[in-house]
């Protein structure tokens, strides 16, 4: 079966200090692979996602970036953090699944366990 | 612009009261539907999906949801709620072919034994 790996669980960093968040993906190959933001009193954002190795697609604009160095691990990167980076990190992985009768692609998006990000 | 809007920020329930949570979603096109659950201290977890066919589908732990197009609705029910069912529940919308997943701010649900 297939795992979705986040280290670490939590982080306390200073403003302007860089940061690195993991994700690995076992049991499953080319996977969709995403990463998302949860702020405080708010629903969960898209922030990127990648398709396939060095393929990184951004939704926002902002003050981190995103690699997939290897087909099943995803890092999320900032060279100087900010006080707005504070909050709660998710990955997640997919498999486009069946196409269904109308010709639309499914896919179901897992999500590992998080990293929440505090910045001081 | 896509959204997805749920209306209960925190419902508390006694044991084996009924349970529906709204969602309502803007987007201007085909959709898939889900709902996520956080129990404390776990991971986000897939309750159920819609893709297509029956508009009523059937999640694990006995919940539900029924897809309304006419109302761009996809309200989550469960007949008989549990403690254990003390979780956050969130709502979330994708359109065909695409990859961003629009969540609402989820809703906290107590369960009182």
């Known amino acids: 079966s297939q795992t979705i790996h986040q280290w670490p669980a939590t982080l306390v960093q200073p403003v302007g200090s860089p940061l690195s968040l993991e994700c690995t993906v076992e049991?499953?190959?080319?996977?969709?692979l995403y990463w998302y933001r949860q702020a405080a009193g708010r629903g969960l954002q898209l922030l990127f996602y990648s398709v396939g190795i060095g393929q990184i697609s951004s939704e926002v604009p902002q003050n981190l970036s995103a690699s997939r160095p290897q087909d099943r691990q995803f890092i999320l990167s900032s060279k100087k953090l900010l006080l707005s980076d504070s909050g709660f990190y998710l990955c997640a992985w997919s498999v486009f699944g069946s196409v269904a009768g109308e010709g639309h692609v499914q896919d179901t998006q897992y999500f590992g366990p998080g990293t929440r990000l505090t910045v001081l | 612009a896509q959204s997805v809007s749920q209306h209960n920020h925190h419902v508390i329930l006694s044991e084996a009261a009924s349970l529906e949570l709204g969602c309502n979603y803007s987007?201007?096109?085909?959709?898939?539907l889900f709902w996520y659950v956080q129990y404390p201290g776990q991971h986000l977890q897939l309750l159920l999906k819609y893709f297509s066919g029956d508009p009523l589908v059937k999640g694990i732990k006995g919940f539900e949801a029924e897809f309304i197009k006419s109302k761009f609705s996809f309200n989550l029910r469960k007949p008989s709620v549990q403690w254990s069912d003390t979780a956050e529940y969130f709502c979330a919308v994708k359109g065909t072919g695409a990859n961003n997943l629009f969540f609402g701010t989820g809703t906290r649900l107590t369960v009182i034994p």
């Open positions: 987007y201007g096109g085909t959709v898939n």
């Open positions: 049991g499953t190959s080319n996977p969709n």
